[in-house]
């Protein structure tokens, strides 16, 4: 991305941005409310048009997404092993199974989500932790070498927490990267080696030593 404005038809949110992520990426992406985070994040997504300059993506680029929400209905007679093969989907077609290779994936994505004796439980009748962990196995599955997430530890306990951040950190190391937007840094210190601070209508890049800090946190809210 190259001296792009993103944002929306009459609304700019964010101007000069200049951004290069790769698979050897972990960055956490944070500021305030309405600071542009999720701005960035849809842009990213192919979702909005940057309102100019360009986005160049790699033909070999296979992007997951997390979000915050799924657009599930929870009343829905879905088991949380379903939701996670519909990200399969794609590669499947939507009247065609599984193959079994896909199931597998499945299954050892909500394993490593730890919620293997859950995949047969309605998503639903999850926690909401639980649920988010169902959607990042769900991205886990569908095999991305990028992968953006939107605040996946919001709201979960402390324990959740850990579970996603250490999945995040093996894909990582197997050659995945990964964008997450949090308002925990402190939690990925140590674990991002970039850090990205939407202020002021910009993208600007900080140390994450610095930015992931307490001192660092009085930044973002500035």
Known sequence: MRQAALGYPGAGVLQGVDL???T????????????GKTTLVRTLLGVLDPLSGAIERSPALRLGYVPQQAALDPLFPITALEVVELGLLRDAGLLRPLAAAARERALDALARMHLGEQRRKLYGQLSGG??????????????????????????????????ILQALGELHARGCGVLIVTHLPLALRGRANGA??????QVLRRAPERLLSPEGVLEVFQ
């Open 196 to 201: 990205l601070l939407c202020a002021h209508g």
């Open 24 to 35: 050897g990426d972990y960055v956490a992406l944070l500021g305030g409310n309405g600071s």
């Open 20 to 22: 290069t992520l790769g």
């Open 130 to 163: 639980q649920q988010r962990r169902v959607l990042v196995a769900r991205a886990l599955a569908s095999d991305p070498n990028f992968l953006l997430l939107d605040e996946p530890t919001a709201g979960v306990d402390a324990r959740a927490t850990d579970i």
